[in-house]
Nanobody, 115 residues
Framework: QVQLVESGGGLVQPGGSLRLSCTAS????????MGWHRRAPGKERELVAFLTTGGITNYRDFAKGRFTISRGNAKNTWDLQMSNLTPEDTAVYYCYFYGRSGDYWGKGTLVTVSS
C-alpha cells in the first residue's frame, strides 16, 4: 500500500503561479512513476504530467511550457510548478503514483484560478 498526500492548492489570479506538492509513504520501492492528474468541473479526470524514477517526463499539451513536474527536496516527494494559470486550469488536482504494488491516487487539492 502507498499513501499520498497533496498540498499547495488554493486560489490564484489569472496569470499567477502555484506549486503543488505530493508526499508518498508506504511500499514505495525504487522504480516507479509519479504524476499529477486533474478533474475540472463537469469534465473527466485527465493526465497533467508524470515523471519516472528513470528521469522521463511527459506533459499534456496544455501543460507544456507552463507546468513543470520535478522531484521534491524531501524524499518521496514530487512537485508540480504551475505558472501563467488561466481559469481553464481550475480543477481538483490529484497526485498519482504507480509502483510495484499498483497505482494510487491522493484525495486531491483544489486549484481555483479566478480574479
Amino acid at each position: 500500500q502507498v499513501q499520498l498526500v497533496e498540498s499547495g492548492g488554493g486560489l490564484v489570479q489569472p496569470g499567477g503561479s502555484l506549486r503543488l506538492s505530493c508526499t508518498a509513504s508506504g511500499d514505495i520501492g525504487t522504480s516507479h512513476t509519479m504524476g499529477w492528474h486533474r478533474r475540472a468541473p463537469g469534465k473527466e479526470r485527465e493526465l497533467v504530467a508524470f515523471l519516472t524514477t528513470g528521469g522521463i517526463t511527459n506533459y499534456r499539451d496544455f501543460a507544456k511550457g507552463r507546468f513543470t513536474i520535478s522531484r521534491g527536496n524531501a524524499k518521496n516527494t514530487w512537485d508540480l510548478q504551475m505558472s501563467n494559470l488561466t481559469p481553464e486550469d481550475t480543477a481538483v488536482y490529484y497526485c498519482y503514483f504507480y509502483g510495484r504494488s499498483g497505482d494510487y491516487w491522493g484525495k486531491g487539492t483544489l486549484v481555483t484560478v479566478s480574479s
